[in-house]
């Protein structure tokens, strides 16, 4: 799956405004023309990585930026499928699966786990956001009301504010968990 480009349009145009400047200054800025900025801006057109990089520091903001939009309370993106940017220079291509919000805090985790008892876990304090990437096995993982099945290299966030859970249906299933609280 590509970029969607109606993302990154409303992305340039936000940030863009927020930093008052001009189309022609962020063009000028980001080494590329006023024309090109203003075709991205109407969500015309397949930007390269390069380019949307130059834009990002163009404006000074992060990169994961331009790809904010609003998402349900919980997100799965399948492994091979999720907002993506390739290089024209090299074999290089980057899927976005979560970006940290302004003044959150993630602590990363690798987790072993087996079959059995699955893992549920209680409410965490309000705001709380789990993100799990499964990278050996299967697992069913989310809110308790409905957990979601995962495969290797499937990603899951979820609301951690509220009850829920992680079970390992392979032996020895690896994920990465990604605590955020806001």
Known sequence: MSLPIEI?????????????????EVARRAG??????????????????????ALCVALDIPFAKLMESNIAQTQVIRFGEGPSVSSEIAHYQAILLANCPTGAR??????????????????HPIGSVEHIIIMKGRAKVGLVAEPILLNEGDYICYPADQAHIFEALEVDTRAI???EQR
Do not use: F, M
Request: with cysteine; proline share 7%.
């Open 177 to 179: 968990l990604i605590s």
């Open 8 to 24: 990154v349009a409303k992305g340039l145009q936000r940030e863009r405004q927020k930093s008052g400047l001009s189309l022609a």
């Open 106 to 123: 993630r602590d990363v985790y690798i987790l072993t786990t087996q079959p059995g008892e699955p893992r549920c876990s209680q409410p």
């Open 32 to 53: 590329i023309a006023k024309s090109t900025l203003s075709q991205l801006e109407a969500a015309q057109g397949n930007p390269s990585l390069e380019t949307l990089w």
